[in-house]
């Protein structure tokens, strides 16, 4: 006799749940590689974040669907529905990730590790030397299931892409990283406003209402960002991470 065990329960309700997820339905027939893409797109609704002409970073950014809704931003609106036919870009994305992430036409992309300081050169070669208009950042890590560890592992990512966007950002430039309620949370929080003048959480409607992900939006730097180029800190790399999305 066959035995459902409570993981094969979990299992079958997360597809279960997935499959009839409107987000992933919509993803599908739009042609976004992940439900992401509508988490970014209420963000970038709620606060007017991309504009033609800008270079934004997203880190994080396997499988895609991010970089995909900055193409269709950066894309010219004569180009056909969504504005992401094939053509030359009024903007620049440069994706980052530790995972392999498939070409999108237009975008830069750097598989690396984002905690290691040749990855961040080769970042920061890519940048040219130009200033960030927007870093938004879905980086999420290797999750144990131990909650202290966990808690340090989403700390110390968020800490970085703070630190990035710091050394990088243009004075009234923009981040936009994903993080987790809990242990924590309160602390990423007042790092967020120690470093941007306006600080905001954000919760989409796109986000799952049972995930503890939410969103910090951080616009404008309360101190002069480093210059363009400059070397983000050595840091330690220890922590085992990986760039991608939670929830794709």
Do not use: C
């Amino acid at each position: 006799m066959k035995i459902k065990t409570k993981s094969k329960k979990v299992n079958k309700a997360w597809l279960h749940d997935h499959m009839t997820d409107p987000y992933v339905k919509l993803a599908q027939k739009e042609g976004y590689r992940a439900r992401a893409a509508y988490k970014l797109a209420e963000i970038d609704e709620q606060f007017r974040l991309f504009k033609p002409g800008q270079l934004v970073v997203d880190l994080g950014s396997a499988p895609g669907a991010w970089s995909q809704y900055l193409r269709r931003r950066f894309a010219p609106k004569a180009a056909g529905a969504g504005g992401a036919a094939v053509g030359a870009l009024n903007g620049r994305i440069v994706a980052l990730d530790i995972l392999e992430m498939e070409p999108i036409e237009g975008v830069t992309f750097i598989q690396g590790d984002f905690r290691e300081d040749d990855v961040l050169a080769r970042l920061a070669a890519e940048m040219g030397g130009q200033p960030v208009d927007v870093v938004v950042s879905d980086m999420a890590p290797n999750l144990s299931g131990v909650p202290v560890t966990d808690s340090a592992r989403v700390a110390h990512l968020v800490e970085l892409a703070v630190e990035f966007a710091v050394a990088h950002l243009r004075p009234d430039g923009t981040l936009v990283t994903k993080v987790f309620h809990g242990s924590g949370y309160s602390q990423l929080v007042e790092l967020f406003k120690s470093r941007f003048r306006v600080v905001k959480p954000v919760k989409p409607k796109a986000s799952r209402d049972k995930s503890a992900e939410t969103f910090l939006v951080g616009i404008g730097l309360k101190r002069p960002a480093a210059g363009p180029g400059a070397e983000v800190a050595s840091r330690s790399s220890d922590t085992a991470a990986s760039a991608g999305p939670e929830n794709p």
